[in-house]
């Protein structure tokens, strides 16, 4: 093996470890909860509160992506529904601030529920930045407007002082599941508050 091939792997191998490091604890740990448990402070949204006594699902994503995002979201319709008069909501942060109008946002997530919000970043930059706060990944193909921008489809749950409890890592989920999490930290952070 060549100079190249050993500093290429030993960066990719660098670069996976970056990634892993800050949910490693929550591998370890053994929970009853389908999703990665965390506890970790999150980032505040600037413009956003969580429920006062509930949660919210951070997802980041962009209106015209056609992969990840509209599964991502036909499940948090889908949570939505079987948490029916919950205090949870789901609050969509576009990664394309540049062609995601407040408006046209606005606009879809009345068409999801009432339970749905949207976060607007600035510009891209801003976004990459809130999305690194939360270990996730944006990252724009290029540099026109319409350039295809890669990211994870990550699940973020977090309580009203934006800490973070939950991650769910694909849109391949078991939604039964999650609602099971969801209901059980809504009463662990509950059982909390009333100490």
Known sequence: MNKKSTSILL?????????????????????????MTIDEPGEPIL???????????????YRQCGTVCPVQ????????????????EF??????PENDTQEALQQT??????????HRPENHRAA???ASAYNDVAVKNGNTPNNLIAHSA???VVTPDFRRRLVYTTP???????????????????SESAI
Not at 15 to 31: G, I, Q, R
Not at 47 to 61: E, H, I, M
Not at 109 to 118: D, K, V
Not at 172 to 190: A, I, M, P, S, T
């Open 128 to 130: 990459q930045k809130l």
């Open 154 to 156: 990550r699940l973020h």
């Open 11 to 35: 960066f990719a191998a660098a670069f996976l470890l970056a990634l892993v490091l800050p949910v490693m604890p929550s591998l370890l740990k053994s929970t009853d909860f389908y999703g």
């Open 109 to 118: 997530m009345e068409g999801l529920g009432a339970a749905f919000r949207s």
């Open 47 to 61: 413009g956003y509160q969580p429920p006062k006594d509930g949660l919210a699902v951070v997802f980041f994503g």
């Open 73 to 88: 979201l036909v499940n948090l319709i889908d949570l939505n529904q079987r948490l029916n008069g919950s205090d949870v």
């Open 172 to 190: 391949d989920l078991n939604l039964e599941l999650v609602e099971q999490d969801l209901r059980r930290l809504l009463k662990e952070n509950n």
């Open 91 to 96: 609050l969509f942060v576009t990664l394309d």
